[in-house]
């Protein structure tokens, strides 16, 4: 049977794409949740979005979103959520193939969740640059806002970051330790890597309009904690590119690597006149993909910044990048922290060099 395609009629989209011929893997997730919605549905619960923010150019937009079944989370009295344990996250219902109504400058589009419940739709849109609002809605609910930010055709630098021991320390990826930072550990106890929000804001400060998207191998079910941990300690928003930690259509486990070649890949192609500035850390594969990126697309890279883990985090995170890491003609700088990532982009010219007053 052949895929959904655009032309198709949405609900008719819907219908079929859970008809999509799938191997053993997919199909019992899917089995799975759709048990546990049905469950949910049952105990009265409806189906609401929760919005990521996106990021498009002057004529469209990609948005991004999940659908999903979840309790309310008690709040304190000011309005912000009580303490939030990862795990939260994670027993939300994913509602697969949904249909979402999307509202963007004025014009209702409907669009179809893959089988996780994700929504990530690239749809025509004229807005202004800079960060811009729309609507999400499932099933006739509540309008949800959802942020894109919209890069401007004269906009020439960007800044691709990771998060998982880039501006969050997390020793990741063991698999042990990812699930007590995930499921255990109060997200208000997570620490920043030190002088990265400085770092970043001093990017953007000299970049003005330029993008920021965090790239990472984060399930979507952390979504929320993620950018709430970025707010809380004054990351610049940016949008959020993360992924599903369940089973592709043919194999049980996803590849992180693959997730951050591809939307690197993309990102390459949807702005032609963006240069990257790639920030990272050592811990196995950041630098490695980075790297490969840069040989694919040498005049797309502004410079490469790693940050180095310390020895107790690159032994949770499962060791360093390889040694023999292929060389790239774009400066490549390694550091610490952010402060001295910061001095290294100014050494080499990425950032412009402060004289601090009275010295020089």
Sequence with gaps: MPHPTADTPAPRRATEAR??????????????????????????????????????????????????ITSPIPSKSDGEYARVRGWRSFVAVPIGFAQVSITVGGVTHEVVADRGGVVDAVLPARLSPGWQ?????????????????????????????????????TSLPRPLIAAWNSFVIDEHARQPVPGMAVLMN????????????????????????????????????????????GPTHDRWFRSGSDHKSTNLARLAEEFPQVTWLLIGDDGQHDEQIYKTFTQAHPDR????????????EAVLAGGRSPADEPSVAVPHVTGDDGAALLARLEEVGVLRERRTPGVG
Excluded at 36 to 54: D, S
Excluded at 202 to 221: C, F, H, K, M, Q
């Design 133 to 169: 609002t729309l609507t999400m809605t499932v099933e006739d609910g509540d309008a949800v806002e959802a942020r894109v930010f919209i890069v401007g055709a004269d906009v020439r630098f960007g800044v691709v970051c990771d998060i998982d021991d880039t501006v969050m320390v």
């Design 19 to 68: 008809r999509v011929e799938v191997g053993l893997p997919a199909r019992a997730e899917y089995r799975f949740h759709a048990w546990r919605e049905r469950r949910a549905r049952h105990r009265g619960l409806v189906p609401t979005v929760t919005a990521f923010p996106g990021y498009g150019g002057e004529d469209w937009v990609r948005v991004l979103g999940r659908v999903l």
């Design 202 to 245: 001093r990017i953007v400060g000299e970049n003005p309009g330029a993008p920021v998207v965090y790239l990472s191998t984060g399930a979507w079910n952390v979504g929320p904690t993620l950018a709430r941990f970025l707010a809380r300690h004054l990351f610049p928003p940016g949008a959020m590119l993360l992924t599903d930690w």
């Design 301 to 312: 890279v502004a410079s490469i910044a790693i940050r180095r883990l310390t020895p107790a």
